[in-house]
């Protein structure tokens, strides 16, 4: 495998190995050898190469689909810019890529302490609770949990939900003037339920992803947490001085 520090762990240094390869010799969706080949190959141990490949997949460079192997990620994706659209149905227009939304869940409940406080209502209050997976290209990117004041949405539908995009609904049929919405964002693992719908492995890099949106009366009209997957999103701010 080269020449190395002694003192430098072999999964170290099959990750630098497989690093060197990927960004050289291969494109982003290929197929990478499988943890057998690899250790056969590089007279490795199983747990020595499934720890290397645990880290291409945090560092974003591999993603593993349980039971179809290790592909190469698109590490020259562009970021998103979290200064500009907070749509992600625009975001990722703006990316040349065709977005998609399945709702995976859509009813009505009462807020629980933790949602009221973010959508400022009161215990009990009716809430509508949604659920959406959002595609790119027909790829899994990113899972949603969205928030909603009924008093704000009173004949919201899930037909409406599922066939359009919620920003749209909120300011041409509601209409809603949304003035601004706050967004922060940080690194998580995947739990096995987000896991299993993003199509990646339980406990992967994922970005977790907390959005509060208010309308142009300071009213919280949304709030939404989503998890998106670490090896599809990069985020990028920037900072201009005035």
């Known amino acids: 495998m080269g020449t190395v520090s ?3 762990p072999l999964y170290d240094q099959l990750v630098d190995l ?9 494109e982003p969706g290929d197929l990478l050898p499988s943890e057998r080949e690899l250790s056969e190959r590089y007279g ?3 747990t020595t190469v499934r720890l290397a ?6 560092l974003g460079l591999v993603s593993r689909k349980h039971g179809k192997g290790t592909f190469v990620s698109d590490a020259t994706r562009e970021a998103t810019n979290l200064m500009g659209s907070y749509s992600f149905t625009e975001q990722m227009r ?15 409940h009462e807020a629980t302490k933790s949602v009221a406080e973010h959508l400022r209502v ?4 009716k809430v509508f609770r949604m659920r959406r997976l959002r595609l790119a290209d027909d790829v899994p990117m990113m899972v949603e949990r969205t928030y909603l004041p009924v008093s704000e949405f009173v004949t919201l539908t899930l037909g409406e939900v599922a066939s359009k995009p919620l920003y749209d609904i909120m300011e041409k049929d509601f209409h809603q003037k949304i003035r601004l919405a706050e967004e922060e964002f940080y690194a ?7 896991a299993s719908v993003l ?7 994922v970005l977790e992803l907390v959005r509060t949106t208010y309308n142009d009366k300071n009213t919280v009209v949304e709030y939404t947490h989503s998890v998106a997957r670490a090896d599809q999103f990069k985020y990028k701010v920037t900072h201009v001085r005035s």
Not at 18 to 26: A, M, P, W
């Open 122 to 125: 009161r215990l009990g209050d």
């Open 6 to 8: 002694r003192k430098q």
């Open 53 to 58: 490949l645990r880290e291409l997949e945090t």
């Open 94 to 108: 703006g990316l040349g890529r065709v977005p998609k939304t399945v709702v995976l869940e859509f009813e009505i």
């Open 44 to 46: 490795l141990s199983r």
């Open 18 to 26: 497989l690093r060197e390869k990927i960004e050289n010799e291969h």
């Open 199 to 205: 199509g990646i492995s339980e406990g992967a890099p």
């Open 188 to 194: 998580s693992i995947a739990r096995s339920s987000d």
